[in-house]
T-cell receptor, first 112, second 113 residues
Framework: LAKTTQPISMDSYEGQEVNITCSHN???????ITWYQQFPSQGPRFIIQ???TKVTNEVASLFIPADRKSSTLSLPRVSLSDTAVYYC?????????????FGAGTRLAVHP | KAGVTQTPRYLIKTRGQQVTLSCSPI?????VSWYQQTPGQGLQFLFE???????NKGNFPGRFSGRQFSNSRSEMNVSTLELGDSALYLC????????????FGEGSRLTVL
């Protein structure tokens, strides 16, 4: 299973763009890269998922280089409500198994 | 479409007791995964069930067990509770195929005294 490494914490201010990078050197061919957001005492919530290149949705963008050994979650113009823990996962249901393992996550604090 | 429902939301037990937690997945989802979350260990994978069969299991002792019913609802059981079992237990449902987006419930917060 691919292990992920991401910064333990980050600080930002309202209105800024935040980029959180995740390393996953041992990513497998079938693995997808998925990011989740978690608020205290709640379950994680899906943000974005990608396989290669760039993916964008209404809340974030995900940049994946050609070698797929890292990925960057980009949150445009953060607000106080974006203060949360962000998890990077690599894995899939390849072979019929849930191989989605959470790392330690990045605790993002957005300041006024 | 209703989300993932976990019951009970909060519970307090004493050491040595056992506990059963329930999870109702999103309608149509056949995969249910369980995670334990503690401040020190983060989110740890317990096990996953798909069509009533355990497909994958994390590195937890045999005191932790689960099952899935024909309607995809799942239960997990922890026997002989220890203080270290105090945690937020999260259930996630998924279609169980492909890239596997997980949909989490609010969790069951267990406190062992």
């Amino acid at each position: 299973l691919a292990k992920t490494t991401q910064p333990i914490s980050m600080d930002s201010y309202e209105g800024q763009e935040v980029n959180i990078t995740c390393s996953h050197n041992n990513i497998a061919t079938n693995d997808y890269i998925t990011w989740y957001q978690q608020f205290p005492s709640q379950g994680p919530r899906f943000i974005i998922q990608g396989y290669k290149t760039k993916v964008t949705n209404e809340v974030a963008s995900l940049f994946i280089p050609a070698d797929r050994k890292s990925s960057t979650l980009s949150l445009p113009r953060v607000s106080l409500s974006d203060t949360a823990v962000y998890y990077c996962l690599v894995g899939s249901f390849s072979g019929g198994y849930n191989k989605l393992i959470f790392g330690a996550g990045t605790r993002l604090a957005v300041h006024p | 479409k209703a989300g993932v429902t976990q019951t009970p939301r909060y519970l307090i037990k004493t050491r040595g007791q056992q506990v059963t937690l329930s999870c109702s997945p999103i309608s149509g989802h056949r995969s249910v995964s369980w995670y334990q979350q503690t401040p020190g260990q983060g989110l740890q994978f317990l096990f996953e069930y798909f069509s009533e069969t355990q497909r994958n299991k994390g590195n937890f002792p045999g005191r932790f067990s689960g099952r899935q019913f024909s309607n995809s609802r799942s239960e997990m059981n922890v026997s002989t509770l220890e203080l270290g079992d105090s945690a937020l237990y999260l259930c996630a449902s998924s279609s169980g195929q492909g890239n596997g987006e997980l949909f989490f419930g609010e969790g069951s917060r267990l406190t062992v005294l």
